[in-house]
Structures are given as C-alpha cells and as structure tokens.
C-alpha cells in the first residue's frame, strides 16, 4: 500500500511533447484513473510510473521514496497489460509462479501465494490447464494473479480490457473492483473507455495531448466539467452542443439558436448577465432530454420541436437522433415512445442540468450554479 506522486513530470519525445509538466497526487488505496483519447499521454505516464519510460524532468514518489534512479523491478509495482503475455508452454499454476521464482522466492512460499491468488480469482480448478484452454477473460484473470502474487504497493492497469467483447468487459471491470476492494490496495488505471472510468474510479484524471485537463472524483467530473472537451467525453452518448446568442426580453434572458428559443432559469440569470448579446455554446446531456408525453413536469418545464432522423431501440430506453434548428441532437427517451422516423416531435428538457461554455478555444465551463 502507497501513496504515489508526480511531481512536474514531463516527457518529450523528440520536438513532441507527450507529457507536459504536471503534479499529480494520487492517494494511499485510490483507485485512480488516466482516461483520455489516443495519443494524450495517458500510458506514457503509466509507463514512467512503472520506470518503462525515461522522464525529462520531475520526480516521482511510491511511498516516502523518490524512484526515478530506482529499476522496475524494484520499485514494488505490478502492471497488467492489453495483451496477457503468458507463456504458452506453462500452466496456469506455472505462469503466476514465475515471477516469484526468478525473484528466489522459497517454493513453499511460491504455493502459497498461488493458492492465495487463485481463490481470489475463483481459479482453483484451473490451474492446471495451459493458456490455449483458456478464455480470454480466464487469460487475463492469470495475467492478474500474477501481478497479485508479487503483492506489490501499486498495481498498474494498461488498458488490460481492450481485447475483451462487451460482456467480459463488464465481467472484468467487476472483478478489478472486487480485487480492489479485497485487497485495499494503490490501482492506477489506463482506459480511453469512460464507462470503464466511470464504474470504476475514484478519482479521473481527464488528458488531453499530454495535459491533465480536470482532477476529481467521477460524478464531480460528470457534473462539474471544467470544459467542453471534458464534458463530451465524459457521458455516454456525449454531451449535445449547441451554439446560442443570449438575448433578454422582459427581464428574461433566453438561450436562442434558430428555431429553438429557450428561458433560462432565474436562479442562472445573474451568472450569464455579463453574457447578454454574446455568443456561446449551450450543453445538454442526451438523458436531460425527454419525449415532452413522458416527461416529469415538474423538472422538464421548456420545449422544442425537433425531426427524428434515426430511432435506436435498446429495451429500457430509447435514443433519438433528432434534428432541431439545424443541430444534430441525441436524446435518451422513455421506452414508451411513439416517435416515428422523419416525423416531429416535441422534446423537453430539463434546464436545472444545462451547461455553457465559453464560444472560443479551450471553451472553458461558465459557473451558473453554486456549488
């Protein structure tokens, strides 16, 4: 168990910068998160954590010691990766050992800790088969207890669900965090998945071409975006984004965009007055959009009309992707719904859940609410 820190780290990869300077504090039994698009750095990182990597500047801490000097092996980490990388010739029993016993480990220790981490695994019954009797998620339950038997301070994830179909992926997120909690131990882990982000930190950090953009626990992301890129990232589907003048009309300020005209809510108002007559670009979460026929009132107060180009049935909702004012939309609606292709239909949205972002570049978040 360890707290680990990164302390103005860099990376530059020739005249790229990879990773730009940061200090990143990540908690004794976090379950921390790199999360962002390809190429922002976020494995680099990983990888100087794991002393895979040469930094150019900083210092990073595991525990009360610096490690940059330090080689991987001793830095009391483990990392699981995309590929699993067993040895096709051992067995399961075999591959999980093998750590140990290139590090002189006694053979009655060696068992143990096998046993230990397959019961952890629920592996008992398959440690006698070889890696091509395997499922993929069985494969990378061994490419986990190998890391467990090291018993390490931190463990290091590098996107090790990639290669799994949806249904391992959510069997697999459920065991990491099963893993996590029994043995209540540093998790730092790579995804460009923000379901996987979501359902499994504690705490994201958001990258973006080598910068951390946002640091916070996942709903404080999901609610709180520091800007546009963060909240189309985070959420499944994305954030809409829809570019609106604000304008008052007796005493009332309005979001306007084409054929949508939309009142903001008083208790707003007075965070967007500087605003008024200026450009800007309204947020709306697909699931802060209802069909206006199943819609709670009392939450979804405004409405447009909007024409639906494609209808998306998944059994316990709906998507519609809609146009309206001449942005393409998506909204998450009741089951229930009647809506029919290239037909109107009237949508409500809950306007206590709006964003806005500043017009211009990196189109920071305006606070409209107290938090």
């Known amino acids: 168990m360890a707290k680990v820190v990164l302390e103005n780290v860099c990376k530059n990869f020739g005249k790229v910068e990879a990773v730009s300077c940061f200090y990143l504090d990540i908690e004794d039994r976090e379950f921390c998160i790199l999360l962002g698009p390809s190429g922002c750095g976020k494995s680099t990182t990983l990888h100087m954590i794991a002393g895979l990597e040469e930094m150019n500047e900083g210092n990073i801490y595991i525990g009360d010691k610096c490690v940059n000097d330090m080689a991987p092996r001793d830095r009391d980490i483990a990392m ?9 010739h051992m ?13 002189k480990f006694p053979k009655s220790e060696i ?12 592996m008992r019954d398959l440690l006698d088969r070889k890696p091509r009797q395997l499922s993929g998620g069985q494969r990378q339950r061994v490419a986990l207890g190998r890391a467990i038997v ?33 043995l209540k131990t540093t998790m730092i882990y790579v995804t460009h998945d923000q379901v996987e982000a979501m359902t499994m930190g504690t705490k994201i950090v958001v990258m973006k071409d080598g910068e951390m ?28 984004f829809i570019n609106v003048s604000l304008a008052e009309k007796e005493s009332i300020l309005f979001a306007i965009a084409d ?28 699931e802060h959009l209802e069909e206006k026929s199943f819609a709670d009132k009392s939450a979804y107060k405004e409405c447009f009309s ?27 609606v009741d089951a229930r719904t009647q809506a029919i292709r290239h037909e109107d239909v009237e949508l409500a949205i809950n306007m206590d859940k709006i964003h806005f972002f500043e017009k211009d570049p990196p189109n920071i978040r305006i606070a409209i609410e107290k938090r």
Not at 91 to 103: D, Y
Not at 150 to 176: C, G, H, Y
Not at 267 to 285: A, P, T
């Open 91 to 103: 067995t399961v029993r075999q591959n999980m050992a093998f750590g140990l016993k290139l590090r």
């Open 259 to 286: 054929s949508i005209e939309l009142p903001i809510p008083p208790e707003k108002k007075d965070y967007l007055q500087h605003l008024v007559n200026s450009k800007v670009i309204l947020g709306i979460r697909p």
């Open 306 to 332: 909007a024409t639906v180009d494609v209808i998306e049935t998944l059994g316990a909702e709906v998507q519609l992707n809609v146009t309206a004012g001449g942005h393409s939309l998506v909204a998450r």
């Open 213 to 240: 953009l946002q640091v916070g626990p996942p709903l404080e992301i999901y609610n709180y975006p520091v800007n546009k890129f963060v909240a189309g990232f985070i959420g499944s589907p994305a954030m809409n």
């Open 111 to 122: 068992a143990a800790r096998v046993q230990e981490a397959a019961g952890i695994l629920g």
């Open 80 to 88: 699981v990766f995309q590929e699993y990388a067993l040895y096709p």
């Open 150 to 182: 090291r018993k390490p301070a931190v463990f290091l994830f590098d996107e090790p669900l990639s290669n799994l179909d949806a249904k391992l992926r959510a069997q697999m997120r459920t065991e990491i965090l099963k893993l996590h909690d029994k």
